[in-house]
């Protein structure tokens, strides 16, 4: 009879994968070196008034993440106050500074201890600072609120920001934040997102984005105007996760450099901030050969530190620890005199090696051991139906993919679609093989992607910001177009030129005659490129684990290659081939951008409904739905109806 | 629990568990003659009629007859099942050339054919859970078991081959190696400096290429072993040493097939397939 006990399994939830989680359990003793010199680094940076940088690496699962998190938890146990930006490095070169960017806004305006955000307490900080002792700055602060008195906030950023250097935009947008108005919006902008004159004149903020070349210097200086804000005393912790996943390929050093020289602004430009990168020990030496000297100098200023294999002893106080975290488990142990029990150290010792083993592998072995306790010591894959399978590669990476595709799918926004086409283009590029290569250096700043081949050369450039910049680009290329053999345009799908912006379609028209191609990537597209970039980001820093076995990038690739969504396939191609686009162009292309903007105002409409407010047939509504399957939902009826695709559509 | 004509929701449960707790595919009257008695053991044709309704529900999958002209079920699929054969098959006794496992299984595993076999055995391999080994001498076959290849069964199988071709037993061989060892070992260890001294080497190494070293930052082993400039067993075994008695860490890396043979051979490796990258003091 099969003995079948329900302890729970204590190392399921085997290893931390992002620094603001809390770790379910931590052995402080554990890489207790590796986080002293991390709370030594913070300590430099306060005393001493100026950034540092340290690197620190591991192999994969090795509890590189998890060091962070404690770090994170451990000084905000304290009373002294700090930021905290993670950054997984899954973009491209030539926006490193605007991703940067965007993290840095997510996480200031991230909650930190329930509803505060990070923004709020190092403003709250830097007034008792700055203010008298005694003030209640809270109730300061929901009075200000309550009262609207815009006035003060003002008042206050006079006070912390006497030289002006935030300018008056970021300003604008830091009051509005701070007094609760226009959150979204304004924390939009902050992320340095795209808005529309509209949004922006509502926000009181100048409607003129910047140039395409400007936009990345843009992101810099408000990277650096925001570390400015957190003052002297504040630190300012950088954690650069996954600088692997800037390589398009394993010969690709241009995202590297483009992090070295990144660090190296930080580095010298600001005064509070420590800089933490993390790799893999297997891609130091890459890294060494693809960054500047003086960058390199740089980046591991303060310390190089390891984050080693476990030891034995540690090993057994991780499992102990594991285990004596559920309390009936706790209960039953405590009655027990091996420590390790209902394990068996020969058990556990058969997965360790001369090395020792990393903390990802260690917990998912213990993991399988008890699931085979549970059930009486047969292996789990005897036992069906009931415990865990180690699952083949193939099945796998099916349910990761699968996972991805749902999460992309809900979190797209057109707002990621330029970001997401620039990091994941030339991955899918490299990804499909063949001749095809990315080419570091654009001719033009308006183009942002270019791919080489014997057949020629292909420019791609990224046409999502606000109807103005989009003017102003498509104005460009036309006067002077690139020396590319083909140019595309790629413009969000659900970002369709406005009928009353007629000067912006007939530039369209014009360079479509010249040409040019004009592809709108639909949601569905988007979220696949957006799940394939951060699949091979994971891959590529060694996070993507199938059972504590880290899977190599390369097996990743070939499965993504064999079983690439028809949407990316048909993306590629109209990217890299000759064949015309599913936007033919001219008065189609239009047709389609008044019908999405209708779909946007009013969800579901009838074929005819949409013919009459548009002036046009039945017919041609019709025809222009079915050519573009992907943009909108059609029930053929009769009467046939048209619909606005939602993410949940799109990833069910 | 899915209704069906054949059978009770019930009744549909007890086939469904019997057929997921048995470990290979059963025909409708081997899994009738496992069924508890009373109402939940059915008559034969109600057994067939409720298993092809859970086939086209796709709860239970259909397999093509073995020993019996009967068509076999199971909760788990054909690929599951491919996979547990060969690993059984291949579980003891000497490794077994792709043929011989094919024809071990082949009668079993009607519903593959031959190439789509060979296609599973390949991403078994992959994924680890078969092993490859090396021809043996004088061979040009690979070879596969549940094991990592083994020195042993080289050995064993190139004695037999060289003493026949001499004519002598392998004891004889055996003799003659365990001599040419004993002078090797000799002459090494009047020229080699001993494992104390080499280990020393290797740490005072690391603290020259890289000072901060001292204090936990990792060396790169190819670095390190350009520097000891000793040969590469040796200097491997000193750091596998340095390593088990907890004085250094060594970094593993997890991807060496992605490297080039060359930069394989840089880094430290114990011969099962583990290669290092980076090495550290501990503290």
């Known amino acids: 009879m099969m003995r079948v006990l329900h302890f729970p399994n204590p190392f399921r939830t085997s290893i931390v994968s992002d620094p603001w989680q809390l770790p379910d359990t931590d052995v402080p003793a554990i890489h207790a070196a590796a986080f002293d010199r991390l709370c030594l680094a913070v300590r430099y940076v306060k005393s001493e008034g100026r950034t540092t940088s340290l690197l620190l690496h591991g192999a994969a699962g090795s509890g590189k993440t998890h060091v962070l998190a404690r770090l994170r938890s451990h000084l905000a146990s304290t009373a002294a106050p700090f930021l905290f930006i993670a950054v997984r490095l899954q973009t491209g070169p030539r926006m490193i500074w605007r991703h940067l960017r965007s993290r840095f806004a997510d996480d200031l305006l991230r909650p930190s201890d329930g509803s505060t955000s990070q923004l709020e307490r190092l403003i709250l900080h830097r007034l008792s600072e700055i203010g008298g002792v005694g003030m209640d700055w809270d109730f300061w602060l929901k009075e200000t609120r309550r009262m609207r008195r815009e006035d003060a906030a003002e008042a206050l950023f006079e006070f912390l920001d006497p030289g002006a250097q935030l300018g008056g935009n970021r300003r604008r947008v830091l009051i509005h934040l701070l007094m609760g108005t226009r959150r979204s919006d304004a924390g939009a902008w902050l992320r340095g997102e795209s808005l529309p004159e509209a949004v922006l004149e509502r926000l009181e903020l100048n409607t003129a984005e910047p140039e395409e070349e400007e936009q990345e210097e843009q992101a810099h200086q408000t990277v650096l105007a925001l570390c400015s804000l957190a003052g002297p005393r504040i630190p300012v912790i950088f954690c650069f996760d996954q600088v692997e996943a800037l390589q398009i390929h394993p010969h690709d050093e241009t995202g590297l450099f483009a992090f070295g020289q990144m660090v190296s602004s930080l580095h010298d430009q600001t005064h509070n901030s420590l800089l933490i990168s993390c790799i893999q020990s297997a891609f130091v030496d890459m890294l060494n050969q693809a960054v500047r000297e003086a960058d390199r100098d740089r980046l591991l200023e303060f310390a190089e530190v390891a984050i080693n294999p476990l030891t034995w002893p540690e090993a057994v106080q991780l499992i102990a620890a594991r285990m004596d975290s559920s309390p009936s488990f706790r209960e039953r142990r405590s009655r027990q005199s091996d420590p390790l029990w209902p394990l068996k150290e020969a058990e556990i010792r058969s997965i360790w090696g001369q090395a020792g083993s990393t903390a990802r592998k260690l917990l998912s072995h213990c993991a399988d051991l008890i699931e085979r306790f549970n059930f009486g010591g047969a292996e789990p894959h005897q036992a069906p139906g009931l415990g865990p399978v180690r699952l083949s590669l193939d099945k796998f990476l099916e349910e990761v993919w699968q996972g991805r595709l749902e999460e992309a799918s809900a979190a797209n926004s057109p707002e990621q679609t330029d970001q997401i086409v620039a990091h994941g283009l030339p991955l899918l590029v490299d990804l499909a093989g063949g001749q095809w290569k990315n080419r570091v250096e654009g001719s033009t700043a308006d183009v942002d992607l270019e791919f080489d081949s014997r057949r020629g050369r292909v420019g791609v450039s990224l046409c999502n910001r606000n109807m103005k910049s989009l003017w102003r680009r498509l104005e460009r290329l036309r006067k002077t177009p690139p020396e590319v053999g083909k140019l595309v345009l790629i413009r969000d799908a659900r970002l369709p030129i406005s009928a009353g912006a007629v000067r912006t379609r007939q530039l369209r028209e014009e360079l479509l005659q010249q040409g040019c191609s004009w592809v709108n990537p639909s949601q569905e597209a988007m979220a696949a490129l957006d799940a394939l970039r951060s699949l091979l980001g994971d891959a590529k820093a060694g996070d993507l684990a199938n059972s504590g076995e880290t899977v190599e990038p390369q097996s990743v690739q070939q499965w993504l290659a064999a079983n690439l969504p028809q949407s990316l396939k048909d993306l590629l191609e109209d990217v890299l081939t000759d064949r015309p686009t599913t936007e033919a162009g001219g008065s189609d292309a239009s047709l389609a951008d008044d019908i999405t903007e209708l779909l946007q105002q009013r969800h579901i409409l009838s074929a005819a409904d949409i013919a009459s407010m548009l002036h046009h047939s039945v017919g041609k509504v019709e025809t222009a739905a079915q050519q573009h399957p992907d943009r909108f939902g059609v029930l053929t009826g009769p009467p046939a109806v048209l619909f606005e695709l939602s993410s949940g559509s799109i990833a069910s | ?283």
């Not at chain 2, 309704?53 to 076999?72: N, P």
């Not at chain 2, 094919?102 to 390949?122: H, N, S």
């Open chain 2, 1 to 283: 629990m899915t209704k069906s004509e054949f059978g009770t929701p019930g009744q549909i449960e007890v086939v469904l568990k019997t057929l997921q707790q048995s470990e290979e595919p059963l025909t409708a009257e081997k899994l009738r003659d496992r069924l508890p008695p009373g109402p939940y053991r059915i008559s034969k044709e109600q057994l067939s009629g409720l298993l092809e309704d859970q086939v086209a529900l796709g709860h239970v999958h259909r397999f093509k007859f073995y020993i019996s002209k009967s068509s076999r079920y199971w909760t788990r699929d054909v690929e599951f099942y491919a996979r547990e054969c060969t690993l059984r098959a291949i579980h003891e006794g000497r490794p077994y050339t792709q043929s011989e496992v094919w024809a071990k299984l082949k009668t079993m595993l009607k519903d593959y054919t031959v190439d789509r076999y060979k296609q599973l055995l390949r991403h078994m391999v992959r994924e680890k859970q078969v092993c490859e080994w090396p021809p043996f001498l004088g061979g040009r076959t690979k070879l596969l078991s549940a094991r990592p290849p083994e020195a042993q069964a080289y050995i064993q199988d190139a004695l037999a081959k060289i003493g026949k071709k001499l004519g002598i037993v392998p004891e004889q061989l055996i003799e003659t190696v365990a001599e040419l060892r004993k002078r090797e070992r000799r002459a090494v260890e009047a020229a080699a400096p001993s494992m104390d001294d080499l280990c020393r080497t290797i740490l005072d190494r690391m603290v020259q290429i890289k000072p901060a070293a001292a204090s936990g930052a990792p060396v790169s082993l190819r670095e390190l072993r350009k520097a000891v400039g000793i040969e590469r067993a040796g200097f491997d075994a000193a750091v596998f040493h340095l390593a088990e008695q907890g004085r250094v860490a060594i970094h593993h890396h997890d991807y060496p097939s992605s490297l080039t043979e060359g930069e394989r051979n840089e880094m430290v490796t114990d011969g099962r397939g583990n290669y290092y990258s980076a090495i550290s003091l501990r503290y």
